[in-house]
C-alpha cells in the first residue's frame, strides 16, 4: 500500500523541519522527489542524503518568474511531476493593531499566492496526464485563528478555500487537491518556545504532546498514494486532538 | 491556410481523442466532438502554444467551433 515507485513529486519548503520528513517519507515510498527553499545548503545537504532519485532546485515563493522557473526545472529534472506538496510557508508575526502592511503581504504573498502560482504552473502536465496530487500544507490556525497571527490565519484559511475550487476544477482529470493542516510539531520553529510557552499549548492538545514531522509526512504520503484517489478537496487535520473540525 | 487548418485539426484530434474524420469546421467543440469547459481552456492554450499568438478571454469565448478557431488563427497567427 501506499507505493509511489515510479511517482515523481516536488516538495517546496524542503529544507526545514516538516518539508524535509515529507520529502524523505515520499522519497522512501520510491518517488522521485525534487527538493525547493530558499537555502540550497540545505537542499543540497537532503539531496546527498537521499541519494538516487533526488533533486534540489532553490526557488522564492514571492517571485512569480522564479516560481515558473522551478515549475520548469523539476519537470525537466524528473520528466514530469505527479506530486506538488505545497509547504513552503513564513510567520510575521504581531497583534494586529501593530501589524505592518508589509508583514501582511508578504506573508499572504509566500503562502498563499506562491502556492496557487506554483500550482497552476505545474496543473497542465497533471491534466494532459490525468494524474495528480496536490497537497497544500495548511495549519490548524487557519481554521481556529490565532492572536498575533491574522496573516498567517488568513493565508492558511485561504489555502483551504483555494484547494476546494481548485479539486472541483480537476477532479474530472483524476486530479485531487487537498490540504493536510498540522497541528503543533516539533520542529526548529517550535524550539524557540519558551518551556513556559510549551506548557500552556500542551495544556490544549489532549495527547500531552507535539507531533513529530514524521507523522505529517505519513498523512501526506496518504494523500498522494493511488489509494486516495477518491479523496479531494479535504483537510487532513494532523493534531492531537487539539482542534476536532 | 490550409496549413493552419491541418494543424489545429491536428491538435483537436490529440486533445479530445475524436477521430479526423469528426473533426469538421462546423464542428462544435462541446456539442459535437465531447469537450468539457476545461478541454476548450486547455485547447485555446495548446493553440496559444502552437501558433505562439494570445487569444484573448473575450475571443476565446467565441471560438465554439473548428471553423471558429481556424479563423481567429488565421487572422491572428504571424506564422
Redesign the interface.
Request: charged share 50%.
Given at each position: 500500500m501506499f507505493d509511489l515507485t515510479g511517482k515523481a513529486a516536488l516538495v517546496t519548503g524542503a529544507s526545514g523541519g516538516i518539508g524535509g520528513a515529507i520529502a524523505r517519507a515520499l522519497h522512501k515510498q520510491g518517488a522521485a522527489v525534487t527538493l525547493s527553499g530558499t537555502r540550497a545548503e540545505a537542499l543540497e545537504r537532503l539531496k546527498a542524503e537521499l541519494g538516487e532519485r533526488a533533486h534540489a532546485v532553490a526557488a522564492r515563493m514571492d517571485d512569480a518568474a522564479d516560481i515558473e522557473r522551478l515549475a520548469k526545472q523539476a519537470e525537466a529534472a524528473m520528466g514530469k511531476i505527479d506530486i506538488l506538496v505545497n509547504n513552503a510557508g513564513i510567520t510575521r508575526d504581531m497583534l494586529s493593531m501593530r501589524m505592518k502592511d508589509e508583514d501582511w503581504e508578504k506573508v499572504l504573498q509566500v503562502n498563499l499566492t506562491g502556492t496557487f502560482r506554483l500550482t497552476r504552473a505545474t496543473m497542465r502536465g497533471m491534466m494532459r496526464r490525468r494524474h495528480g496530487r496536490v497537497i497544500n500544507i495548511t495549519s490548524i490556525v487557519g481554521v481556529t485563528g490565532n492572536p498575533g497571527q491574522a496573516n498567517y490565519a488568513a493565508a492558511k484559511a485561504g489555502l483551504i478555500g483555494m484547494s476546494k475550487s481548485l479539486a472541483q476544477e480537476l477532479a474530472s482529470r483524476a486530479i485531487t487537491v487537498n490540504c493536510l493542516a498540522p497541528g503543533f510539531i516539533a520542529t526548529p520553529m517550535t524550539d524557540v518556545l519558551t518551556d513556559e510557552q510549551k506548557k500552556g499549548i500542551l495544556g490544549r492538545v489532549p495527547a500531552e504532546r507535539l507531533g513529530t514531522p514524521e507523522e505529517i509526512a505519513a498523512g501526506v504520503v496518504y494523500l498522494a498514494s493511488d489509494e486516495a484517489a477518491y479523496v479531494t478537496g479535504q483537510t487532513l487535520h494532523i493534531n492531537g486532538g487539539m482542534a476536532m473540525i | 491556410m490550409s496549413d493552419i487548418a491541418e494543424r489545429v485539426k491536428k491538435i483537436v484530434v490529440e486533445h479530445l481523442g475524436v477521430e479526423a474524420a469528426q473533426v469538421k469546421e462546423d464542428a462544435k467543440f462541446i456539442d459535437d466532438l465531447g469537450a468539457?469547459s476545461?478541454d476548450t481552456v486547455?485547447l485555446v492554450?495548446a493553440f496559444e502554444e502552437e501558433f505562439s499568438i494570445e487569444i484573448p478571454d473575450d475571443a476565446a469565448e467565441k471560438i465554439q467551433t473548428v471553423g471558429d478557431a481556424i479563423n481567429f488563427i488565421n487572422a491572428n497567427a504571424k506564422s
Open positions: - | 468539457d476545461l486547455e492554450m
